[in-house]
């Protein structure tokens, strides 16, 4: 039997997990949530690998998985112009959140996301955004009543003495 980087990294993983979990545990409830959640999930996962990869069968050489290509072209070109594409829609939410604050902004870029990009209908793109609006706000604004800092157009109002 021969250890690979396979093996070393679903055994970091357990150990990470591990470490994470037993450390939220002694936060509160609402804080330790989602990574206890996530944590737990993970730690199964990578057992899972890891002993699947330490006592399973050795695979041939002739069973490796193909190379994957995005394009015939060589040039690169259009994953190129896509890559810029959503790296500009990322820093355009990341503005959006630091001009009216995160809870504004979920509704404000599903909406542009689904309209501008997407191409939907706007019957689809209205529909779409307001599932995803009630499920952030049920969710984080409501069960886990989870802070949200205001944005640089909030403060700015507040500071003016226009919002209280």
Same mark, same amino acid.
């Given at each position: 039997?021969?250890?690979?980087?396979?093996?070393?990294?679903?055994?970091?993983?357990? +150990?990470?997990?591990?470490?994470?979990?037993?450390?939220? +545990?002694?936060?509160?409830?609402?804080?330790?949530?989602?990574?206890?959640?996530?944590?737990?999930?993970?730690?199964?996962?990578?057992?899972?690998?890891?002993?699947?990869?330490?006592? /399973?069968?050795?695979?041939?050489?002739?069973?490796?998985?193909?190379?994957?290509?995005?394009?015939?072209?060589?040039?690169?070109?259009?994953? @190129?112009?896509?890559?810029?594409? *959503?790296?500009?829609?990322?820093?355009?939410?990341?503005?959006?959140?630091?001009?009216?604050?995160?809870? @504004?902004?979920?509704?404000?870029?599903?909406?542009?996301?689904?309209?501008?990009?997407?191409?939907?209908?706007?019957?689809?793109?209205? *529909?779409?955004?307001?599932?995803?609006?009630?499920?952030?706000?049920?969710?984080?604004?409501?069960?886990?009543?989870?802070?949200?800092?205001?944005?640089?157009?909030?403060?700015?109002?507040?500071? +003016? /003495?226009?919002?209280?």
């Amino acid at each position: 039997m021969k250890l690979s980087g396979k093996h070393f990294m679903s055994f970091g993983l357990i +150990l990470c997990t591990s470490y994470l979990v037993i450390t939220a +545990l002694k936060w509160p409830f609402k804080t330790a949530l989602f990574p206890v959640t996530i944590g737990i999930s993970v730690f199964f996962m990578a057992t899972a690998v890891f002993l699947m990869d330490l006592f /399973g069968k050795e695979k041939s050489d002739s069973s490796e998985a193909l190379d994957f290509k995005l394009s015939e072209s060589g040039d690169g070109e259009p994953e @190129l112009k896509r890559t810029i594409n *959503i790296f500009l829609w990322i820093l355009g939410w990341f503005l959006v959140i630091l001009l009216i604050g995160f809870p @504004l902004s979920v509704p404000i870029y599903v909406m542009a996301l689904l309209r501008f990009r997407g191409k939907e209908s706007w019957r689809l793109t209205i *529909i779409l955004t307001a599932v995803a609006w009630a499920f952030f706000y049920g969710i984080f604004i409501k069960i886990l009543n989870t802070p949200f800092m205001d944005g640089w157009i909030q403060r700015g109002l507040m500071y +003016l /003495g226009i919002l209280s």
